[in-house]
């Protein structure tokens, strides 16, 4: 049973939002990581509007949630939902990827309010919300560390180090999302590097997981309401399996679609494609 | 006006002298050589950690795929891996980007490859800004000091696609137990070398001769130190270019020959100052020298996130600015004379 079927009109809608913010990017460069952030925006949506606590006014507020990006080339992604939850504003998006730009191609915390940790290279941000958690608790904060990572980041040792470290911290304060889009840079992810069962893996690393639809909203929901709820003391996941291009159908059947190049007109396409979806 | 403060002059000459050396994209090239490699040397083996395509290895994994190993994206896996094929007999070539083999798999080349004696070819693509928009993690500039600081290593810098060749050859031929680290590039850049040239490991390639300045380069940036000298030419200023293409070991004879002759020296290369080939030729120059040594290199802080060009430009890694910097030195070392 999903209690929160058909309830999530609104986060649909915030969820095509930005699909609608990412394509708008990748239309400047003409080029990116879009099937990414097409795949994740579900996902994002429900972080950002439905599960964390944040002001958008003020990002670096001390009572918030921290979200960390650790595949850093989803940056695109994440530029959509921080603009759709106001903290980078709209007009902004159309610099992404521009020298004088605070959206540049890596997600950087240097450059960019809600960004936590500066990514591109990849397997380190689980442990950093090792870090982030454990420093958290100290302070007797009851915030919690997100964690966005990929499939890709499966076969990096240092992933299942800090995952070892968060079950041994008894870290209840992590929820953590792998992206299993089934693609990385050099084809299906099970093909590169064989990481099922993965649900079973996690377990045994003494983690509480849940396996979902990434772009089944309600599912989405569901699981992050579940991971917060959840009463054991330990480290949260949510195994989201997602189809890349999601929404765009043209997109989603392509193959090879880690890093795509999108002729001119298709963009309008996209767009078009998503405006189907929203009404639908 | 003297061709160096005559900006227009100045930028159609260097204009024409670029159009006049087509460029090659390393990736593509790349390829090839490892293509060519795995045909001769039935012992050869390619490692990489999810680069395969970014690395143009595919038509090789196509062609020899029980020869390519992939192990995902797992760098320090990657380079032990390398050694364990080493030191089953193999032939192995890492091939990744430079960030991922010199910094983030350090200790893996350090002990598994540099102490254990155990030769392993790595091959590191996007090195120095050629990955500009990858920003700090892509973007490397500390590779040769790591790699240069430990013991039993050979240190080689291509400076254009048929040089990265013909050090892939050296390297394959080369008897010592040792890992050799092959700096690369990744896009297009000028070509100056032809595919008969000469190419020994630690013997640097002298592409100009003169007795005033010594212009002491490596990789792409020895394209920029060549069109230095014939900017400097112009100037009536006779520059000597050296194509320092080995880092470690360094050419001590190439850098003290000229040290005999010149009045001053400048060194660039896209790496941070501290620790490079810059670095190194002052090590050989440590017994003392009395003309000025300049190192043309990165600032101790992070350059910005942009696409390679413009990053260059930026930060005065290009032939104009080392032949103003060599006028620089030698004016001021000249009018103290004069004095
Ligand atoms: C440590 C590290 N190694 C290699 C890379 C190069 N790289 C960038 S993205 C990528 C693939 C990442 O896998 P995943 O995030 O699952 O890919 P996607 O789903 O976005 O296609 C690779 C290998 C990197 N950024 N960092
Ligand atoms: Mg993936």
Known sequence: MTPSKGHNKELAERAYRVRRNAVRMGEVQG????AQALDIADVLATAYFHAMRYRPEDPNWEGRDRFLLSNGHYAIALYAALIEAGIIPEEELETY??????????????????????????????????GMAMGLKRKKSDSRVYILFSDGELDEGSVWEAMMSAAHHKLDNIIAVVDVNNQQADGPSTQVMAFEPLGQKLEAFGWFVQRIDGNDLDAVVDAFDAAKDHKAPKPRIIVADTLMGKG??????REKNHFIRVDAHEWQLALAALDEGRLA | ???????????????????????????????????????????????????????????????????LVNVGIAEQ????????????????????????????????????????????????????????????????????????AMPNTIVIV????????????AAVEHPGNTPIYLRLGRGPEHVLTKPGDPFRIGRANRLCDGDDVCLVANGALTFEAYLAADILRGEGIAAEVLDMHTVKPIDREAILDAAGRVDAMVVAEEHSR?????????????????????????EDEYPPIGPMPDLRHALGLSGEAIARRARLLLDRKRSRRGR
């Open chain 1, 31 to 34: 080029q990116g990581y879009i």
């Open chain 1, 97 to 130: 990827g521009s020298d004088e730009s605070r959206l540049p191609m890596s997600g950087m915390a240097s450059y960019t309010p809600g960004m936590e940790m500066s990514g591109g290279s990849l397997g380190v941000g689980m442990s950093i919300a090792v």
């Open chain 1, 248 to 253: 765009v159908p043209f997109l989603e059947a």
């Open chain 2, 1 to 67: 006006m003297s061709l160096l403060d005559d900006p227009k002059r100045l930028g159609e000459h260097v204009a024409d002298f670029r159009a006049r050396h087509p460029k090659k994209p390393m990736r593509q090239e790349f390829g090839a050589i490892m293509l060519a490699l795995a045909e001769r040397r039935p012992d050869v083996f390619a490692v990489t950690a999810d680069l395969m395509y970014a690395t143009g290895l595919v038509e090789f994994g196509a062609r020899f795929p029980d020869r």
């Open chain 2, 77 to 148: 896996n990657m380079i032990g891996v390398a050694a364990g094929l080493g030191g089953a007999g193999k032939l192995p070539v890492v091939c990744g980007y430079a960030a991922f083999i010199a910094l983030r798999a350090v200790e893996q080349v350090k002990v598994d490859c540099a102490y254990n004696e155990t030769k392993v070819i790595l091959a590191g693509l996007s090195s120095g800004l050629t990955y500009g928009v990858g920003g700090p993690t892509h973007q490397t500039y500390e590779d040769l000091a790591t790699l240069r």
């Open chain 2, 158 to 169: 291509p400076n254009d696609t048929v040089q990265a060749a013909l050090a892939m050859d």
């Open chain 2, 274 to 298: 501290s620790g490079g080939l810059g670095a190194a030729v002052l090590e050989v120059l440590e017994d003392g020298h009395d003309f000025p040594v300049a190192r043309i290199g990165l």
